[in-house]
């Protein structure tokens, strides 16, 4: 892990290598990936919310034989629960910064 600490637990930005190789870096609190975050593997990329682990509204872009593909996807707990294109991902953005 290299990035900044708060009372011995990772807490603020940083990077740090994963089992398997994962590379995530982003926000973290309590030793916990929190708050916005991008995991590389060799499969893809996501690039979302964390809440130790994919958790919230996320850009997920997959490695394939055709290329990458790229959706959105709305993560609780780990698991998919909502997908959708990317250009829903943008408009839903832009609501909710019209919205604030």
Excluded: I, P
Excluded at 9 to 38: D, I
Excluded at 62 to 82: I, K, P
Aim: charged letters at 20%; one cysteine or more; proline letters at 0%.
């Amino acid at each position: 892990y290299q990035g900044q600490w708060r009372q011995r637990s990772r807490a603020g930005l940083g990077c740090m290598e994963g089992k398997g190789g994962a590379l995530y870096e982003g926000h973290w609190l309590n030793n916990q990936r929190t708050g916005l975050g991008v995991e590389q593997s060799s499969d893809g990329t996501y690039e979302g919310q964390f809440k130790g682990e994919w958790h919230g509204d996320g850009v997920v872009k997959q490695n394939t034989s055709s290329g990458v593909r790229e959706s959105f996807v709305r993560w609780e707990c780990g698991f998919a629960v909502d997908k959708g294109t990317c250009s829903q991902a943008l408009l839903l953005t832009r609501v909710a910064q019209v919205q604030k």
